[in-house]
């Protein structure tokens, strides 16, 4: 059973950092793209980045790009997404989910992100 286990959020003022983590069991995570994805309250889920199996190739969304970078560590089979200069519109609930996204991905509970001064 695929599970993914999200962490490391938390409340931060603007312009903070943070590092969120996806903790990936139930199958060969090595060999999986993966994806990060939001959702901001009352509003649908929002695609940031996915990242190629292996050491593979990252891409990211306008909103991402510049200050967020998605890594991976295929020996601790977890994803990682380091969130910079954080913004109040960065607010949301992020989930990683298993593959490239297309809205019907596994995904896991998720961690809330809330960016406030």
């Known amino acids: 059973e695929v599970q993914l286990v999200e962490s490391g959020g938390g409340l931060v003022q603007p312009g903070e950092s943070l590092r969120l983590s996806c903790q990936a069991s139930g199958f060969t995570f090595s060999n999986s793209a993966m994806s990060w994805v939001r959702q901001a309250p009352g509003k649908g889920l929002e695609w940031i980045s996915n990242i190629g199996s292996g050491r593979g190739n990252a891409v990211y969304a306008n909103s991402a790009k510049g200050r967020f970078t998605i890594s991976r560590d295929n020996a601790k089979n977890t994803l990682y997404l380091q969130l910079n200069s954080l913004k109040t519109d960065d607010t949301a609930m992020y989930y990683c989910?298993?593959?490239?996204?297309?809205?019907?991905?596994?995904r896991g509970q998720g961690t809330q992100v809330t960016v406030s001064s």
């Open positions: 989910a298993k593959g490239l996204w297309y809205g019907g991905n596994v």
